[in-house]
Protein backbone atom coordinates (compact mmCIF):
# COMPACT_ATOMS: atom_id res chain seq x y z
CA UNK A 1 0.00 0.00 0.00
CA UNK A 2 1.53 3.15 -1.27
CA UNK A 3 -0.47 5.66 0.98
CA UNK A 4 -2.89 4.94 3.59
CA UNK A 5 -4.99 7.43 5.74
CA UNK A 6 -6.69 7.30 9.01
CA UNK A 7 -9.39 8.68 10.59
CA UNK A 8 -7.54 12.58 9.14
CA UNK A 9 -9.06 14.97 10.79
CA UNK A 10 -9.16 18.89 9.84
CA UNK A 11 -10.43 21.26 11.72
CA UNK A 12 -10.24 25.07 11.24
CA UNK A 13 -11.28 27.75 14.47
CA UNK A 14 -13.30 29.93 12.93
CA UNK A 15 -15.56 32.99 15.24
CA UNK A 16 -18.84 30.75 15.11
CA UNK A 17 -16.91 27.37 16.08
CA UNK A 18 -14.79 24.77 13.84
CA UNK A 19 -15.10 24.43 10.63
CA UNK A 20 -14.85 20.76 10.06
CA UNK A 21 -13.40 20.35 6.93
CA UNK A 22 -12.42 16.74 7.31
CA UNK A 23 -13.85 14.76 9.69
CA UNK A 24 -12.63 11.62 10.19
CA UNK A 25 -11.27 10.09 6.45
CA UNK A 26 -10.18 6.86 5.94
CA UNK A 27 -8.89 6.33 2.20
CA UNK A 28 -5.75 3.48 1.06
CA UNK A 29 -4.60 4.40 -2.16
CA UNK A 30 -2.42 1.00 -4.03
CA UNK A 31 0.66 1.63 -5.87
CA UNK A 32 -0.37 2.29 -9.89
CA UNK A 33 -3.55 2.97 -8.83
CA UNK A 34 -5.57 5.94 -9.63
CA UNK A 35 -8.66 7.20 -6.99
CA UNK A 36 -10.95 9.42 -7.85
CA UNK A 37 -12.30 12.21 -4.49
CA UNK A 38 -15.31 13.06 -5.75
CA UNK A 39 -17.95 15.76 -4.11
CA UNK A 40 -19.14 18.94 -4.07
CA UNK A 41 -17.58 22.00 -4.06
CA UNK A 42 -17.05 22.78 -0.09
CA UNK A 43 -16.98 18.82 1.15
CA UNK A 44 -13.39 19.13 1.71
CA UNK A 45 -11.46 17.57 -1.24
CA UNK A 46 -9.36 19.76 -1.63
CA UNK A 47 -8.45 19.70 2.37
CA UNK A 48 -7.53 16.64 2.15
CA UNK A 49 -5.11 17.36 -0.79
CA UNK A 50 -3.86 19.65 1.25
CA UNK A 51 -3.59 17.75 4.11
CA UNK A 52 -1.58 14.52 2.87
CA UNK A 53 1.18 17.44 1.68
CA UNK A 54 0.58 19.51 4.93
CA UNK A 55 0.35 22.46 3.15
CA UNK A 56 -2.58 23.56 5.20
CA UNK A 57 -2.05 27.12 7.31
CA UNK A 58 -0.99 26.90 10.44
CA UNK A 59 -4.82 27.76 11.47
CA UNK A 60 -5.78 23.81 10.52
CA UNK A 61 -5.92 21.23 13.09
CA UNK A 62 -4.49 18.51 11.90
CA UNK A 63 -5.43 14.82 13.49
CA UNK A 64 -5.20 11.37 12.27
CA UNK A 65 -2.41 9.61 10.49
CA UNK A 66 -0.75 9.48 7.07
CA UNK A 67 0.90 7.11 5.77
CA UNK A 68 3.40 6.81 3.02
CA UNK A 69 5.08 3.68 2.16
CA UNK A 70 4.45 3.06 6.49
CA UNK A 71 6.21 6.68 6.99
CA UNK A 72 3.59 9.06 9.33
CA UNK A 73 4.02 12.24 7.16
CA UNK A 74 2.20 14.41 9.83
CA UNK A 75 4.54 13.44 12.41
CA UNK A 76 7.79 14.21 9.86
CA UNK A 77 9.76 17.37 10.22
CA UNK A 78 9.66 20.11 8.76
CA UNK A 79 12.73 19.43 6.08
CA UNK A 80 12.31 15.49 6.01
CA UNK A 81 8.63 16.82 4.73
CA UNK A 82 10.22 18.69 2.17
CA UNK A 83 12.04 16.31 0.87
CA UNK A 84 8.80 14.25 0.64
CA UNK A 85 7.32 16.73 -1.65
CA UNK A 86 7.91 16.91 -5.48
CA UNK A 87 10.12 13.97 -5.07
CA UNK A 88 7.59 11.64 -3.55
CA UNK A 89 4.44 13.24 -3.69
CA UNK A 90 3.71 15.85 -6.07
CA UNK A 91 0.77 18.30 -6.63
CA UNK A 92 -0.88 19.59 -9.67
CA UNK A 93 -3.14 22.78 -9.01
CA UNK A 94 -6.26 24.08 -10.44
CA UNK A 95 -5.54 27.39 -12.80
CA UNK A 96 -2.67 26.98 -13.70
CA UNK A 97 -2.50 30.61 -14.67
CA UNK A 98 -1.79 31.71 -10.79
CA UNK A 99 0.38 28.63 -9.62
CA UNK A 100 2.92 29.50 -12.52
CA UNK A 101 5.88 32.06 -12.01
CA UNK A 102 4.46 34.90 -13.61
CA UNK A 103 8.50 35.94 -13.76
CA UNK A 104 9.85 33.13 -15.01
CA UNK A 105 9.34 31.37 -18.07
CA UNK A 106 8.16 28.12 -18.05
CA UNK A 107 11.48 26.09 -18.60
CA UNK A 108 13.35 28.18 -16.03
CA UNK A 109 10.27 27.11 -13.54
CA UNK A 110 10.72 23.22 -14.62
CA UNK A 111 14.83 23.56 -14.54
CA UNK A 112 14.78 25.03 -10.86
CA UNK A 113 13.10 22.53 -9.56
CA UNK A 114 15.18 19.90 -11.24
CA UNK A 115 17.99 22.10 -9.84
CA UNK A 116 17.08 22.64 -6.54
CA UNK A 117 16.58 18.87 -5.87
CA UNK A 118 18.49 16.82 -8.11
CA UNK A 119 21.05 18.88 -7.76
CA UNK A 120 21.29 19.14 -11.64
CA UNK A 121 23.81 21.71 -13.26
CA UNK A 122 22.59 24.31 -15.54
CA UNK A 123 22.67 22.89 -19.09
CA UNK A 124 21.27 19.36 -17.54
CA UNK A 125 18.23 20.85 -16.78
CA UNK A 126 17.52 22.83 -19.52
CA UNK A 127 18.13 19.82 -21.25
CA UNK A 128 15.50 17.52 -19.14
CA UNK A 129 13.06 20.78 -18.72
CA UNK A 130 12.81 20.28 -22.79
CA UNK A 131 11.97 16.57 -22.48
CA UNK A 132 9.38 17.10 -19.94
CA UNK A 133 7.88 19.36 -22.03
CA UNK A 134 7.94 17.48 -24.82
CA UNK A 135 6.16 14.55 -23.05
CA UNK A 136 3.37 16.52 -21.56
CA UNK A 137 2.66 17.86 -24.98
CA UNK A 138 4.50 21.27 -25.57
CA UNK A 139 6.82 21.78 -28.01
CA UNK A 140 10.75 21.84 -27.07
CA UNK A 141 10.92 25.51 -28.77
CA UNK A 142 8.77 26.63 -26.50
CA UNK A 143 10.82 26.79 -23.45
CA UNK A 144 11.14 30.01 -23.20
CA UNK A 145 7.53 31.33 -23.17
CA UNK A 146 6.10 32.63 -20.02
CA UNK A 147 3.03 31.55 -18.57
CA UNK A 148 0.60 34.38 -19.85
CA UNK A 149 2.27 33.61 -23.67
CA UNK A 150 0.69 30.06 -23.07
CA UNK A 151 -2.79 29.03 -23.64
CA UNK A 152 -4.64 27.59 -20.69
CA UNK A 153 -4.44 23.87 -21.85
CA UNK A 154 -0.63 24.97 -22.47
CA UNK A 155 -0.84 26.10 -19.05
CA UNK A 156 -1.99 23.37 -17.28
CA UNK A 157 0.56 20.58 -19.45
CA UNK A 158 3.14 22.97 -18.34
CA UNK A 159 2.16 22.34 -14.73
CA UNK A 160 1.96 18.98 -15.39
CA UNK A 161 5.29 18.84 -16.38
CA UNK A 162 6.69 20.63 -13.03
CA UNK A 163 4.94 18.14 -11.44
CA UNK A 164 6.76 15.31 -13.12
CA UNK A 165 10.55 17.11 -12.70
CA UNK A 166 11.52 14.81 -10.08
CA UNK A 167 9.57 11.79 -10.47
CA UNK A 168 7.38 11.34 -7.96
CA UNK A 169 5.61 8.16 -6.99
CA UNK A 170 2.27 9.69 -6.23
CA UNK A 171 0.82 12.71 -8.09
CA UNK A 172 -1.94 15.13 -6.20
CA UNK A 173 -4.21 16.24 -9.31
CA UNK A 174 -6.35 18.87 -8.16
CA UNK A 175 -9.31 19.64 -10.51
CA UNK A 176 -6.59 19.36 -13.09
CA UNK A 177 -8.95 20.12 -16.01
CA UNK A 178 -11.23 22.97 -14.06
CA UNK A 179 -11.79 26.14 -16.40
CA UNK A 180 -10.69 24.50 -19.62
CA UNK A 181 -12.88 23.60 -22.92
CA UNK A 182 -14.31 20.20 -22.69
CA UNK A 183 -11.77 19.36 -25.59
CA UNK A 184 -8.73 20.33 -24.10
CA UNK A 185 -10.34 18.27 -20.72
CA UNK A 186 -10.06 15.69 -23.18
CA UNK A 187 -6.54 16.17 -23.97
CA UNK A 188 -5.45 16.61 -20.38
CA UNK A 189 -7.60 13.74 -18.89
CA UNK A 190 -5.16 12.17 -21.86
CA UNK A 191 -2.03 13.13 -21.09
CA UNK A 192 -3.01 12.46 -17.09
CA UNK A 193 -3.26 9.27 -18.02
CA UNK A 194 -0.15 8.51 -20.46
CA UNK A 195 1.95 10.37 -17.45
CA UNK A 196 0.52 7.67 -14.52
CA UNK A 197 -0.84 4.61 -16.26
CA UNK A 198 1.73 4.59 -19.48
CA UNK A 199 4.95 4.65 -17.17
CA UNK A 200 6.42 1.84 -16.17
CA UNK A 201 6.23 1.23 -12.81
CA UNK A 202 2.49 2.75 -13.31
CA UNK A 203 2.44 5.74 -11.19
CA UNK A 204 -0.57 6.29 -8.75
CA UNK A 205 -2.33 9.08 -8.56
CA UNK A 206 -5.37 11.62 -5.98
CA UNK A 207 -7.35 12.94 -8.66
CA UNK A 208 -9.70 15.64 -6.79
CA UNK A 209 -12.47 16.12 -8.91
CA UNK A 210 -15.77 17.29 -9.24
CA UNK A 211 -16.49 16.34 -12.94
CA UNK A 212 -18.17 12.82 -12.83
CA UNK A 213 -17.55 12.40 -16.69
CA UNK A 214 -13.50 12.31 -15.75
CA UNK A 215 -13.39 10.47 -12.88
CA UNK A 216 -15.01 7.86 -14.93
CA UNK A 217 -12.52 8.13 -17.25
CA UNK A 218 -9.72 8.15 -14.96
CA UNK A 219 -9.57 6.25 -12.05
CA UNK A 220 -9.51 3.21 -11.13
CA UNK A 221 -11.59 3.63 -7.38
CA UNK A 222 -13.39 6.15 -6.59
CA UNK A 223 -14.52 7.67 -3.02
CA UNK A 224 -17.12 9.79 -2.75
CA UNK A 225 -17.20 12.72 -0.06
CA UNK A 226 -19.69 14.53 1.77
CA UNK A 227 -19.34 17.69 4.39
CA UNK A 228 -15.82 15.89 5.21
CA UNK A 229 -16.90 12.19 5.48
CA UNK A 230 -16.38 9.38 2.82
CA UNK A 231 -19.92 8.67 2.38
CA UNK A 232 -18.91 5.76 -0.28
CA UNK A 233 -15.77 4.37 -1.80
CA UNK A 234 -15.54 1.51 -4.15
CA UNK A 235 -14.21 0.25 -7.42
CA UNK A 236 -14.90 3.14 -10.30
CA UNK A 237 -17.49 0.71 -12.52
CA UNK A 238 -19.08 -0.78 -9.00
CA UNK A 239 -19.67 2.54 -7.73
CA UNK A 240 -21.32 3.80 -11.06
CA UNK A 241 -23.19 0.95 -12.45
CA UNK A 242 -24.82 0.25 -8.40
CA UNK A 243 -24.39 3.48 -6.70
CA UNK A 244 -25.32 2.72 -2.76
CA UNK A 245 -25.13 5.93 -1.03
CA UNK A 246 -28.29 8.08 -1.44
CA UNK A 247 -25.78 11.03 -2.01
CA UNK A 248 -23.82 8.58 -4.91
CA UNK A 249 -27.12 8.04 -7.07
CA UNK A 250 -28.13 12.11 -6.15
CA UNK A 251 -24.71 13.18 -7.82
CA UNK A 252 -24.69 10.42 -10.49
CA UNK A 253 -28.32 12.02 -11.63
CA UNK A 254 -27.42 15.63 -11.39
CA UNK A 255 -25.19 14.85 -14.42
CA UNK A 256 -26.49 15.66 -17.78
CA UNK A 257 -26.77 12.35 -19.45
CA UNK A 258 -28.86 10.94 -16.35
CA UNK A 259 -31.43 13.83 -16.79
CA UNK A 260 -29.91 16.64 -14.60
CA UNK A 261 -31.95 15.89 -11.29
CA UNK A 262 -31.11 18.13 -8.78
CA UNK A 263 -30.93 17.16 -5.14
CA UNK A 264 -33.19 19.63 -2.54
CA UNK A 265 -31.43 21.29 -0.36
CA UNK A 266 -28.04 22.56 -0.22
CA UNK A 267 -24.62 21.33 1.53
CA UNK A 268 -24.81 22.01 5.02
CA UNK A 269 -22.19 24.18 6.79
CA UNK A 270 -19.10 22.66 7.85
CA UNK A 271 -19.56 24.80 11.17
CA UNK A 272 -22.86 23.47 12.02
CA UNK A 273 -23.61 20.10 10.89
CA UNK A 274 -26.37 18.04 11.16
CA UNK A 275 -26.87 15.64 13.80
CA UNK A 276 -26.77 11.63 12.82
CA UNK A 277 -26.12 11.48 9.39
CA UNK A 278 -24.88 14.42 7.29
CA UNK A 279 -27.02 13.99 4.30
CA UNK A 280 -30.34 13.18 6.17
CA UNK A 281 -31.94 16.36 5.55
CA UNK A 282 -31.79 16.29 2.01
CA UNK A 283 -32.18 12.06 1.85
CA UNK A 284 -35.19 11.37 0.42
CA UNK A 285 -34.73 7.75 2.38
CA UNK A 286 -33.88 9.71 5.66
CA UNK A 287 -35.15 7.60 8.53
CA UNK A 288 -35.48 8.60 12.31
CA UNK A 289 -32.85 6.86 13.00
CA UNK A 290 -30.80 9.20 10.26
CA UNK A 291 -31.43 12.26 12.32
CA UNK A 292 -29.65 11.20 15.83
CA UNK A 293 -27.29 8.50 15.11
CA UNK A 294 -23.98 8.58 12.66
CA UNK A 295 -24.02 5.80 10.68
CA UNK A 296 -20.77 3.74 10.26
CA UNK A 297 -18.96 2.40 6.88
CA UNK A 298 -20.69 -0.68 6.18
CA UNK A 299 -18.94 -3.06 4.07
CA UNK A 300 -20.79 -4.44 1.26
CA UNK A 301 -18.78 -6.53 -0.85
CA UNK A 302 -15.40 -6.62 -2.30
CA UNK A 303 -14.20 -3.42 -1.66
CA UNK A 304 -17.14 -1.92 -1.59
CA UNK A 305 -17.97 0.30 1.18
CA UNK A 306 -20.92 3.09 1.76
CA UNK A 307 -21.57 5.19 5.17
CA UNK A 308 -25.42 4.36 5.04
CA UNK A 309 -28.01 2.31 7.53
CA UNK A 310 -30.32 1.80 4.38
CA UNK A 311 -28.12 1.36 1.47
CA UNK B 1 11.30 44.20 -30.38
CA UNK B 2 8.96 44.46 -27.75
CA UNK B 3 10.89 46.66 -25.47
CA UNK B 4 11.05 48.97 -28.14
CA UNK B 5 7.66 49.04 -29.28
CA UNK B 6 6.50 50.05 -25.60
CA UNK B 7 9.30 53.07 -25.25
CA UNK B 8 8.28 54.57 -28.56
CA UNK B 9 5.61 56.81 -26.91
CA UNK B 10 7.29 56.90 -23.95
CA UNK B 11 9.59 60.36 -24.45
CA UNK B 12 10.23 60.28 -20.45
CA UNK B 13 12.00 56.87 -20.61
CA UNK B 14 13.58 57.97 -24.25
CA UNK B 15 14.80 61.27 -23.24
CA UNK B 16 15.76 60.24 -19.41
CA UNK B 17 17.83 56.49 -21.02
CA UNK B 18 19.98 59.00 -23.46
CA UNK B 19 20.65 61.78 -21.23
CA UNK B 20 21.38 59.33 -18.54
CA UNK B 21 23.72 57.67 -21.75
CA UNK B 22 25.31 60.38 -22.10
CA UNK B 23 26.02 61.07 -18.53
CA UNK B 24 27.67 57.68 -18.68
CA UNK B 25 29.80 58.19 -21.28
CA UNK B 26 31.05 61.58 -20.05
CA UNK B 27 31.92 59.86 -16.76
CA UNK B 28 33.83 56.73 -19.10
CA UNK B 29 35.81 58.60 -21.46
CA UNK B 30 36.30 61.60 -19.27
CA UNK B 31 39.81 61.90 -20.51
CA UNK B 32 39.02 61.77 -24.02
CA UNK B 33 36.10 64.64 -23.75
CA UNK B 34 37.42 67.29 -21.13
CA UNK B 35 40.21 69.39 -22.96
CA UNK B 36 42.36 70.23 -19.73
CA UNK B 37 43.64 68.22 -16.40
CA UNK B 38 40.72 69.32 -14.01
CA UNK B 39 43.33 69.84 -11.45
CA UNK B 40 45.58 71.91 -13.43
CA UNK B 41 45.60 75.27 -11.13
CA UNK B 42 46.93 78.02 -13.58
CA UNK B 43 46.78 81.20 -11.52
CA UNK B 44 46.95 83.78 -14.20
CA UNK B 45 43.58 82.29 -16.11
CA UNK B 46 41.71 82.63 -12.63
CA UNK B 47 38.13 83.21 -13.24
CA UNK B 48 37.76 83.67 -16.72
CA UNK B 49 34.12 84.04 -17.89
CA UNK B 50 32.91 81.13 -20.60
CA UNK B 51 34.22 81.64 -23.58
CA UNK B 52 36.07 80.42 -26.76
CA UNK B 53 39.10 78.37 -24.89
CA UNK B 54 36.68 77.86 -21.74
CA UNK B 55 33.81 76.48 -22.10
CA UNK B 56 32.13 77.27 -18.84
CA UNK B 57 35.16 79.36 -17.58
CA UNK B 58 37.44 78.88 -14.68
CA UNK B 59 36.94 78.82 -11.25
CA UNK B 60 39.33 80.18 -8.52
CA UNK B 61 42.25 78.68 -8.86
CA UNK B 62 42.06 79.19 -12.89
CA UNK B 63 40.81 75.56 -13.47
CA UNK B 64 38.43 74.71 -16.48
CA UNK B 65 34.94 74.52 -14.95
CA UNK B 66 34.10 72.16 -18.35
CA UNK B 67 36.87 69.46 -17.63
CA UNK B 68 35.99 69.45 -13.98
CA UNK B 69 31.92 68.99 -14.56
CA UNK B 70 33.02 66.16 -17.24
CA UNK B 71 35.27 64.46 -14.26
CA UNK B 72 32.78 64.96 -11.51
CA UNK B 73 30.39 63.26 -13.52
CA UNK B 74 32.56 59.89 -12.16
CA UNK B 75 31.67 60.68 -8.74
CA UNK B 76 28.65 62.18 -8.57
CA UNK B 77 26.67 59.19 -10.64
CA UNK B 78 29.62 56.47 -9.33
CA UNK B 79 28.53 57.26 -5.38
CA UNK B 80 24.78 57.57 -6.33
CA UNK B 81 24.01 54.30 -7.95
CA UNK B 82 26.67 52.48 -5.61
CA UNK B 83 24.52 53.76 -2.34
CA UNK B 84 21.21 53.09 -4.45
CA UNK B 85 22.22 49.54 -5.41
CA UNK B 86 23.46 48.49 -1.36
CA UNK B 87 20.06 50.10 -0.17
CA UNK B 88 17.70 48.24 -2.58
CA UNK B 89 19.83 45.13 -2.48
CA UNK B 90 20.03 45.07 1.38
CA UNK B 91 16.25 46.59 1.74
CA UNK B 92 15.28 43.89 -0.26
CA UNK B 93 16.82 41.15 1.01
CA UNK B 94 15.92 41.95 4.48
CA UNK B 95 12.07 42.93 3.60
CA UNK B 96 11.70 39.93 1.93
CA UNK B 97 12.79 38.49 5.55
CA UNK B 98 10.47 40.05 7.06
CA UNK B 99 7.28 39.88 4.80
CA UNK B 100 8.56 36.00 3.89
CA UNK B 101 8.48 34.66 7.43
CA UNK B 102 6.14 37.07 9.41
CA UNK B 103 5.80 36.84 13.01
CA UNK B 104 8.37 37.85 15.49
CA UNK B 105 11.05 37.87 13.05
CA UNK B 106 8.82 40.90 10.96
CA UNK B 107 8.16 42.68 14.30
CA UNK B 108 11.73 42.98 14.82
CA UNK B 109 12.38 44.19 11.80
CA UNK B 110 9.76 46.44 11.44
CA UNK B 111 10.65 47.95 14.27
CA UNK B 112 14.22 48.78 14.14
CA UNK B 113 12.65 50.03 10.55
CA UNK B 114 10.50 52.36 12.46
CA UNK B 115 13.11 53.52 14.66
CA UNK B 116 15.25 54.33 11.86
CA UNK B 117 12.47 55.76 9.86
CA UNK B 118 12.05 58.30 12.54
CA UNK B 119 15.27 59.79 12.24
CA UNK B 120 15.93 62.84 10.11
CA UNK B 121 17.91 61.76 7.13
CA UNK B 122 20.95 63.91 6.65
CA UNK B 123 20.98 64.62 10.33
CA UNK B 124 21.93 61.27 10.93
CA UNK B 125 24.22 61.52 7.87
CA UNK B 126 26.15 64.58 9.06
CA UNK B 127 26.15 62.79 12.27
CA UNK B 128 27.98 59.97 10.81
CA UNK B 129 30.33 61.73 8.89
CA UNK B 130 30.87 63.96 11.43
CA UNK B 131 32.05 61.02 14.11
CA UNK B 132 33.76 59.31 11.50
CA UNK B 133 35.44 61.76 9.38
CA UNK B 134 35.04 62.90 5.92
CA UNK B 135 35.69 60.21 3.33
CA UNK B 136 33.96 58.74 0.35
CA UNK B 137 33.68 55.13 2.61
CA UNK B 138 32.12 57.40 5.36
CA UNK B 139 29.89 59.46 2.89
CA UNK B 140 28.77 56.19 1.60
CA UNK B 141 28.07 54.13 4.99
CA UNK B 142 25.79 57.24 6.49
CA UNK B 143 23.79 57.08 2.92
CA UNK B 144 23.51 53.50 3.07
CA UNK B 145 22.63 53.41 7.12
CA UNK B 146 19.38 54.99 6.31
CA UNK B 147 18.55 54.38 2.91
CA UNK B 148 17.92 50.90 3.10
CA UNK B 149 14.99 51.57 5.41
CA UNK B 150 12.37 52.51 2.43
CA UNK B 151 13.19 49.89 0.37
CA UNK B 152 12.63 47.30 3.54
CA UNK B 153 8.88 48.78 3.95
CA UNK B 154 8.56 48.67 0.05
CA UNK B 155 9.93 45.02 -0.05
CA UNK B 156 7.61 43.83 2.58
CA UNK B 157 4.86 44.87 1.95
CA UNK B 158 5.42 43.10 -2.37
CA UNK B 159 6.18 40.29 -0.39
CA UNK B 160 3.50 39.89 1.63
CA UNK B 161 1.07 40.37 -1.25
CA UNK B 162 3.39 37.90 -3.39
CA UNK B 163 3.29 35.09 -0.80
CA UNK B 164 -0.04 34.62 -0.79
CA UNK B 165 -0.25 33.68 -4.33
CA UNK B 166 -0.79 30.62 -5.95
CA UNK B 167 2.73 30.14 -7.64
CA UNK B 168 4.34 30.20 -3.65
CA UNK B 169 2.37 27.34 -2.87
CA UNK B 170 3.20 25.49 -6.01
CA UNK B 171 6.70 25.60 -5.21
CA UNK B 172 6.38 24.73 -0.97
CA UNK B 173 4.28 21.70 -2.93
CA UNK B 174 7.08 21.04 -5.24
CA UNK B 175 9.48 20.74 -1.84
CA UNK B 176 11.15 24.02 -2.22
CA UNK B 177 12.87 25.59 1.12
CA UNK B 178 12.00 28.89 1.79
CA UNK B 179 15.78 30.19 0.47
CA UNK B 180 15.04 29.00 -3.23
CA UNK B 181 11.29 30.14 -3.20
CA UNK B 182 12.50 33.66 -1.83
CA UNK B 183 15.02 34.24 -3.71
CA UNK B 184 13.65 32.50 -7.20
CA UNK B 185 10.05 32.99 -6.75
CA UNK B 186 9.34 36.35 -4.42
CA UNK B 187 12.35 38.64 -5.49
CA UNK B 188 11.62 38.07 -9.23
CA UNK B 189 8.39 39.50 -8.58
CA UNK B 190 8.81 41.62 -6.09
CA UNK B 191 12.18 43.50 -8.23
CA UNK B 192 10.43 45.59 -10.96
CA UNK B 193 8.55 48.11 -8.43
CA UNK B 194 11.67 48.18 -6.58
CA UNK B 195 13.68 49.17 -9.44
CA UNK B 196 11.48 52.09 -10.27
CA UNK B 197 11.66 53.22 -6.96
CA UNK B 198 15.60 52.68 -7.04
CA UNK B 199 15.50 54.96 -10.45
CA UNK B 200 14.20 57.69 -8.65
CA UNK B 201 15.90 57.15 -5.54
CA UNK B 202 19.21 57.86 -7.37
CA UNK B 203 18.00 61.64 -8.13
CA UNK B 204 17.52 61.80 -4.22
CA UNK B 205 21.45 60.48 -3.73
CA UNK B 206 22.74 62.51 -6.30
CA UNK B 207 21.48 65.39 -4.14
CA UNK B 208 21.84 64.34 -1.03
CA UNK B 209 25.64 63.37 -2.20
CA UNK B 210 25.86 67.05 -3.73
CA UNK B 211 24.59 68.72 0.00
CA UNK B 212 27.38 66.73 2.15
CA UNK B 213 30.14 67.51 -0.20
CA UNK B 214 28.53 71.26 -0.33
CA UNK B 215 28.94 71.10 3.65
CA UNK B 216 32.19 69.25 3.76
CA UNK B 217 31.70 66.30 4.38
CA UNK B 218 31.15 64.30 1.38
CA UNK B 219 33.82 64.50 -1.09
CA UNK B 220 36.66 66.83 -0.05
CA UNK B 221 37.77 69.84 -1.79
CA UNK B 222 39.93 69.47 -4.52
CA UNK B 223 38.08 66.57 -5.76
CA UNK B 224 35.84 67.50 -9.14
CA UNK B 225 32.85 66.52 -7.26
CA UNK B 226 29.57 68.75 -8.34
CA UNK B 227 28.42 69.62 -4.62
CA UNK B 228 32.22 70.55 -3.39
CA UNK B 229 32.70 72.49 -6.40
CA UNK B 230 29.34 74.67 -6.04
CA UNK B 231 30.88 74.91 -2.18
CA UNK B 232 34.29 75.99 -3.62
CA UNK B 233 32.28 79.16 -6.03
CA UNK B 234 29.91 79.93 -3.28
CA UNK B 235 31.77 83.30 -2.44
CA UNK B 236 32.02 84.51 -5.92
CA UNK B 237 28.18 83.74 -6.48
CA UNK B 238 27.65 87.61 -6.95
CA UNK B 239 31.01 88.53 -8.65
CA UNK B 240 31.68 85.35 -10.89
CA UNK B 241 27.86 83.45 -11.14
CA UNK B 242 29.61 80.62 -13.59
CA UNK B 243 31.43 78.94 -11.23
CA UNK B 244 28.33 77.72 -9.73
CA UNK B 245 25.99 77.86 -12.33
CA UNK B 246 27.24 74.89 -14.09
CA UNK B 247 27.86 72.33 -12.05
CA UNK B 248 24.68 73.36 -10.17
CA UNK B 249 23.37 72.68 -14.03
CA UNK B 250 24.95 69.36 -13.74
CA UNK B 251 23.14 68.52 -10.72
CA UNK B 252 20.11 69.69 -11.77
CA UNK B 253 20.02 68.08 -15.61
CA UNK B 254 21.55 64.53 -13.83
CA UNK B 255 18.52 64.72 -11.06
CA UNK B 256 16.48 64.79 -14.05
CA UNK B 257 17.27 62.76 -16.04
CA UNK B 258 16.89 59.74 -13.46
CA UNK B 259 13.35 61.12 -12.75
CA UNK B 260 12.44 61.17 -16.16
CA UNK B 261 13.57 57.27 -16.30
CA UNK B 262 11.88 56.75 -13.21
CA UNK B 263 8.29 57.63 -14.40
CA UNK B 264 8.97 56.66 -17.56
CA UNK B 265 9.84 53.04 -16.48
CA UNK B 266 6.87 53.43 -13.96
CA UNK B 267 4.08 54.23 -17.29
CA UNK B 268 6.55 50.76 -18.83
CA UNK B 269 6.42 48.72 -16.30
CA UNK B 270 2.52 49.25 -14.89
CA UNK B 271 0.49 50.90 -17.35
CA UNK B 272 -1.86 51.12 -14.68
CA UNK B 273 -0.24 53.19 -12.41
CA UNK B 274 -0.43 56.31 -14.93
CA UNK B 275 -3.86 56.50 -15.54
CA UNK B 276 -4.49 55.97 -11.64
CA UNK B 277 -2.00 58.96 -11.01
CA UNK B 278 -3.08 60.89 -13.90
CA UNK B 279 -6.90 61.08 -12.59
Redesign the interface.
Known amino acids: MLLKITSLRVYFKSADGFVKAADGVDLELYPGEILGLVGETGSGKTVLGLAI?R?LPKTAAVSGEVLYRGQNLLALPEEEM??????QV??I?Q?PL???????SIGEQIA??LR??QGLKRKAAWQRAGELLELTGIPAKWIRSYPHELSGGMRQRA?IA??L??APSLLIADEPTRGLDVTIQVQIVELLHAVTKGVSPPRSMLLITHDLGVAAALTDRLAVMYAGKIVEYGRTAEVFRNPRHPYTRALLDSHPSNGLIATRGFSPSLINLPPGCSFHPRCKKARKKCAHEPPLVQRIGMDHGVRCFYA | MYILEVTRGKKMLLTGSILIFGFMALAVFAPFIAPYDPDDVKVEERLLPPGEHHLMGTDGFGRDIFSRVVFGTRYSLFLALVVVSINLLLGLMVGSIAGYFGGLVDELIMRIVDILLAFPNIILALCIVGVLGPSVQNLILALVALGWVGYTRVSRGLVLSIKEQGFIGAAKALGGSNMYIIMRHIIPNAFPPLLVLATLHVSHTILSIAALSFLGLGVQAPTPEWGAMLSEGKQFIFTHPHVMIFPGLAITLSVLSFNLLGEGLRDVLDPRAREVLNV
Open positions: TLRKVRGRSMFNSSLNPALEVEHMIGAC
